[in-house]
């Protein structure tokens, strides 16, 4: 059992006004407990956190993020050759709705048998991936689990 962790979590995570930013706590805070098993990124989707997050909220948020991932114990998947070109091959399939980024994970997640995948982007990834959490997930929580979760600040 395991998780790989996409973009727009880590994003909205660090962004207090994002839309999906309780999503993002509350699949983070069950993330680090462990409720889906080993937890993961890639270090492509590091790459375009910190660039979304630099553009947008500044370099102090990019220094939160790493300091964030430093301490979380979340596993950084490096993309290499084989993977690359699998990515690629996926990306020209469906340049329409794929970036690398995107592409590079679906493949991982293949390749891994990684469960659940935390995102916020249906539209790459439907169809890619059996089990996708993000969008909804604050609101499907119970009273008592949503106010724990408000609670929450690892930033």
């Known amino acids: 059992m395991a ?14 006004e994002d839309v ?7 699949v983070m805070a069950h993330t680090l407990e462990g409720k889906f098993g080993k937890a993961y990124t890639t270090d492509y989707v590091i790459l375009e956190t910190t660039l979304l997050l630099r ?3 500044g370099a102090e948020a990019v220094k939160a993020m ?31 709705r794929l970036s690398l980024c995107d592409a590079a994970s ?3 997640i293949k390749e891994l048998n990684i469960r659940t995948l935390a995102s916020f982007d249906l539209r790459s990834f439907s169809g890619l991936v ?20 408000e609670q929450l600040s690892w930033l």
Do not use: C, Q
Request: charged share 25%; aromatic share 8%.
């Open 3 to 16: 998780i790989l962790i996409d973009t727009g979590v880590f994003y909205a995570l660090l962004d207090r």
């Open 55 to 57: 553009s947008r909220l």
């Open 66 to 96: 790493i300091d964030f991932l430093n301490r979380s114990g979340i596993s950084i998947l490096v993309i290499d050759e084989p993977i690359f070109r699998k990515a690629i091959g996926l990306l020209i399939e469906m340049p329409e």
């Open 130 to 149: 059996a089990n996708i959490i993000g969008k909804g997930y604050y609101a499907s929580l119970s009273d008592e689990e949503k106010k724990r979760v």
């Open 20 to 26: 999906n930013h309780l999503d993002a706590v509350a």
């Open 106 to 108: 679906a493949v991982l």
